[in-house]
Every structure is written in structure tokens, then in C-alpha cells.
Nanobody, 125 residues
Framework: QVTLVESGGGLVQAGDSLRLSCAAS????????VAWFRQAPGKEREFVSH????????NYADSVKGRFTISEDNAKNTVYLQMNSLKPEDTAVYYC??????????????????WGPGTQVTVSS
């Protein structure tokens, strides 16, 4: 069992940067694959990024590739999402999710067993 709490969201302008944090308690993050998803109003939750620390793998949605970076600090049991060059279409609630490692289906929301309450990111034009 692991409990996740996201933080770092806020209101920024297009082109700005934000760093989201996801702190875990209960079990080490290194026991899981971790992903960020986001959900905009009226839309389904969509995959943003995935990290498997044990396998040294990261994956990104095409829409954020080259702008977002996922990383993990095992000493702090925290995963980060550095978001640069933000766009209005990045506006959403961002969720941190954790679950067992899956090689080819990491982008599926149903692969993850634990998630946090989310943090709001709003990007104005």
C-alpha cells in the first residue's frame, strides 16, 4: 500500500515552467512504476509520462515530449514532473499514479493501483 500526494500546481502564463512533486508514503517508490496523468474539464484522463526507476525507463506522451521531464529522488521518496514551455492546452488536474511495471501498457490508466488527489495546473495565454 502506498499513499500519494501531489503538489506544485498553480496558475502560470504560456511559456512558463512548473515543477510538480508527488510524495509517497508507505512503501518506497522504487517498488513501483510511476506515471503522471492529467484530466482537463470535460475530457478523459490522459497519459503524460511514466518512469520505472528499477529499469531506468521513461516514456512521454507526444504532446509533452521535449518539454516535460519525469524524475525520481529515492532518498526523498518523491517523483517530479518538470514542465517547461507550458501551453494553455496543458491546463488540467495532474495526477500521480503508481503500480507494477508494465513494458507496453504503461499509458493505460487501469495499469495503476494507487493515485493521489491531484494538483491543478492552469496555463493562461
Amino acid at each position: 500500500q502506498v499513499t500519494l500526494v501531489e503538489s506544485g500546481g498553480g496558475l502560470v502564463q504560456a511559456g512558463d515552467s512548473l515543477r510538480l512533486s508527488c510524495a509517497a508514503s508507505g512503501r518506497p517508490f522504487s517498488d513501483y512504476a510511476v506515471a503522471w496523468f492529467r484530466q482537463a474539464p470535460g475530457k478523459e484522463r490522459e497519459f503524460v509520462s511514466h518512469l520505472s526507476w528499477s529499469r531506468g525507463m521513461t516514456n512521454y506522451a507526444d504532446s509533452v515530449k521535449g518539454r516535460f521531464t519525469i524524475s525520481e529522488d529515492n532518498a526523498k521518496n518523491t517523483v517530479y514532473l518538470q514542465m517547461n514551455s507550458l501551453k494553455p492546452e496543458d491546463t488540467a488536474v495532474y495526477y500521480c499514479e503508481a503500480g507494477p511495471y508494465t513494458e507496453n501498457t504503461y499509458y493505460r490508466i487501469d495499469e495503476y493501483d494507487f493515485w493521489g488527489p491531484g494538483t491543478q495546473v492552469t496555463v493562461s495565454s
